[in-house]
């Protein structure tokens, strides 16, 4: 029996105490927060804090935004992952077969070499729909300024 008294005491004396072991932890955390006013994250700590997670978030969005108007073009699907990208330069590319195709500020486009010298990289008009990609890969004739036809390269010199 003694033992059930002492103990029910402890439980009293525990249980009187909590509130005020809380009272006092919450006075030393709000000591604490004072001084910590001055330590309060600046507005670009909070960007850069931001950053590594929409970082990841914009990644896997350009894959899917390149992703999905490739696959409709080239009839097969092309797997997200497999999809490059620059998040610098905030653009996305991805080769189908021997073509590589880039997305970028929302537009896709075909990325190719002179026709002549085949150096350089040229980008297409923007890419919408399989007729704008039929003229990109037939009729469009990418030059760079050495390989200019004569009539351009007058022209632009008239300019
Ligand atoms: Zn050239």
Known sequence: MPTAISQSRGLLHRTRNTPRRSLHSRTIANLGATPSVATVPSWT?????????????????????????????????????????????RFAQAKVGEHLFRLQH???????????????????????GLSDLGYALSRWEPRCEHCAPEDLANWLEDE
């Open 106 to 128: 929302g537009a896709l486009v075909l990325l190719r070499s002179c026709v002549h010298c085949e150096l350089g990289q040229f980008e297409s008009l923007p890419i919408t």
């Open 45 to 89: 700590d909070n960007a850069i804090a931001a950053y590594p997670q929409s970082a990841e978030h914009e990644k896997h969005a350009l894959q899917e935004e390149l992703a999905r108007p490739l696959s409709a073009l080239a009839g097969s699907s092309i797997a997200a992952a497999s999809v490059y990208v620059n998040l610098d330069g």
